[in-house]
């Protein structure tokens, strides 16, 4: 459980049943504008999130709800509080992930204290911290610590190629790995690359922006070109990743689900010693030509339950953008759900 680190914390009965009003008060005026957010909107998702009312006045709030709500929201304006307290800038991700991790507790009256796990599974990189900031994320990274395959399957927004790209620099800077290989297909499951202008990594590199992107942020901008120069980190497309065995290396295969069947065999069987292998794709997004079988949908049946891989699944629940995004991927799941029984 987060330390409480505000400076006052009182609990008021209200007149109505289950009612109650927490006061908090914060010790530092700057820091406590940085947990309210900029026109109070941290607190407005807190309100929105938990289901309570939250007033500011200078460095106190006021919260009043239900008595288990009340207490999720003061956990989680403690443990954002503490984050600031130690230096580290206040993201939306971070209210929605302290959120999340709140619910996933429970009220601490409905639990013993010491069952709830004090906080969501953590990577320690050079930049920054990266910490899960839902359940299904926290219970991917645990996956990626203890198995050597790993897949990720999910909508998009759910943090599943940040995480993997993430966990692959933490081993890279640890030296647990020599090198880092990026893996993705292209728009069509053939690879067709040899109409794009430039060389090989400049026809890829549009399919491989995502993770161009993750890399930048949670690497030195300088350290990436230079890894990218000196091969420690690759670029491979699918297509090229036949007769290697890839030793001592993060290898991510994204967007999987436009492997095809033989593509993803022959992608799993490249696993060398000393590798770690993370597989991340979205089932309900594949994008191949028609009779042909979703190399990551094959897999996922294909291996489940054998020993050694771990699978984290992913739902519209688990979306860490805006929040709309969220509710799209959720209209979309009933839309085809709706189709699914219509044809049944």
């Known amino acids: 459980m987060p330390q409480r680190v505000s400076n006052t914390s009182s609990i008021i009965p209200v007149p109505g049943e289950g009612a109650t009003q927490i006061l908090l008060a914060f010790d530092d005026n700057r820091h406590a504008s940085a947990l309210f957010g900029q026109y109070g909107q941290n607190l407005a998702l807190i309100e929105r999130k ?155 590199d549009p399919y491989l922006r995502p993770i161009y992107d993750a890399l930048g942020d949670l690497m030195d901008a300088r350290i990436v070109e230079r890894a990218l120069q000196t091969g420690e980190i690759e670029i491979a497309p699918l297509a090229f990743m036949r007769g290697r065995t890839l030793s001592n290396a993060v290898v991510i295969l994204d967007e999987a689900q436009n492997a095809t069947s033989m593509q993803m065999k022959m992608f799993l069987t490249r696993l060398g010693e000393n590798s770690h292998m993370i597989v991340t794709g979205d089932p309900s997004q594949v994008d191949l030509p028609p009779g042909q079988t979703s190399g990551l949908g094959e897999a996922l049946r294909l291996l489940d339950g054998v020993k050694g891989i771990g699978v984290a699944t992913f739902s519209a629940q688990d979306v860490v953008r805006h929040e709309l995004v969220a509710r799209i991927v959720d209209a979309y799941d009933k839309a085809s759900a709706s189709k699914r029984e219509t044809r049944s």
Not at 79 to 97: C, K, T
Not at 116 to 134: G, M
């Open 50 to 204: 938990l289901g309570v009312a939250a007033e500011q006045r200078g460095n106190h709030v006021t919260i009043e709800g239900s008595r288990g709500a009340c207490e999720q929201a003061r956990r989680v304006l403690d443990s954002l509080y503490e984050q600031i307290r130690n230096g580290r800038d206040l993201a939306p991700g971070d209210v929605e992930g302290a959120v999340r991790l709140a619910i996933s507790q429970g009220s601490l009256f409905d639990h013993e204290s010491g069952n709830l796990t004090a906080k969501f599974e953590e990577l320690n990189l050079r930049k920054r911290p990266v910490r899960a900031r839902t359940v299904a994320q926290d219970a991917y990274i645990r996956a990626l610590k203890r198995h050597s395959l790993v897949f990720g399957a999910g909508p998009a927004g759910t943090g599943k190629t940040w995480l993997a790209v993430a966990y692959a620099i933490m081993l890279f800077e640890r030296k647990e790995v020599d090198r880092i290989i990026l893996s993705r297909p292209a728009v069509e499951a053939g690879e067709r690359l040899g109409f794009l202008p430039g060389d090989l990594r400049e026809k890829v």
